[in-house]
């Protein structure tokens, strides 16, 4: 069971909008920041979203992040087939260990 | 652009230890203030993290782990390892080894990571 919850999967049509959600408490993201990784099948994960809603170098503006108390969201608008993947969120948490979501599966229809 | 790379056997008996390597290429392991680490995943979970080092040699193991765990870095060759020991199948999944850069407690994140490899444990 992962310290943080995720929905298992969304799904959306192409060109669409979806939103995956990442929920926790005031001992991790509560009082931290979020990071967001995307999975593509068969690969490692790869950072996606830093400090909440900052993006690397080469992610397009398509992903965004944000936080609101215990909670953070991963957006992607415009939605590509290349996009299905399981996307996890992480923070720091009390425990003094980073702890994940356990893994949105999005499909995009 | 920094790379990570896993290395070590795909089967482990169970009761022994799991001994992996993880090699950096493309900048030095010691240049910056990051921490190297492990991260692994059972077949169809999610992501729990094994533990980290710095290049000092200064490690943090995650607590329900931390018995077991052994991380040590060689910074001669660029790489760090991981010695998991007492394995049984529960510890069968891919193991990553990643960069975390921690700008301050509660800030940080991984990036890159390795491609992966995976350990079962087996007789």
Redesign the interface.
């Known amino acids: 069971q992962?310290v943080l919850t995720q929905p298992p999967s969304v799904s959306a049509a192409p060109g669409q909008k979806v939103t995956i959600s990442c929920s926790g408490s005031s001992s991790n993201i509560g009082?931290?920041?979020v990071?967001w990784?995307q999975q593509l099948p068969g690969?490692?994960?790869?950072?996606l979203i830093?400090?909440n809603n900052k993006r690397?170098s080469g992610i397009p503006d398509r992903f965004s992040g944000s936080k609101s108390g215990t909670s953070a969201t991963l957006g992607i608008t415009g939605l590509q087939t290349g996009d299905e993947a399981d996307y996890?969120c992480?923070?720091?948490d009390s425990?003094?260990?980073?702890?994940?979501?356990?893994?949105t599966k999005l499909t995009v229809l | 652009q920094v790379q990570l790379q896993e290395s070590g056997p795909g089967l482990v008996k169970p009761s022994q230890t799991l001994s992996l390597t993880c090699t950096v290429s493309g900048g030095s392991i010691s240049s910056g203030s990051y921490y190297w680490s492990w991260i692994r995943q059972p077949a169809g979970?999610?992501?729990?993290?094994i533990g980290r080092i710095y290049t000092s040699g200064s490690t943090?193991y995650?607590?329900s782990l931390k018995s077991r765990v052994t991380i040590s870095v060689d910074t001669s060759k660029n790489q760090f390892s991981l010695k998991l020991s007492s394995v049984t199948a529960a510890d069968t999944a891919v193991y990553?080894c990643a960069r975390?850069l921690q700008l301050e407690?509660?800030?940080?994140?991984?990036?890159?990571?390795?491609?992966?490899t995976l350990v079962t444990v087996s007789s």
């Open positions: 992962s009082n931290n920041y990071s990784y690969t490692a994960p790869k950072l830093y400090d690397p996890y992480g923070t720091w425990s003094l260990s980073p702890v994940f979501g356990g893994g | 979970k999610g992501l729990e993290w943090n995650n607590p990553y975390w407690v509660g800030r940080d994140w991984f990036d890159p990571w390795g491609q992966g």
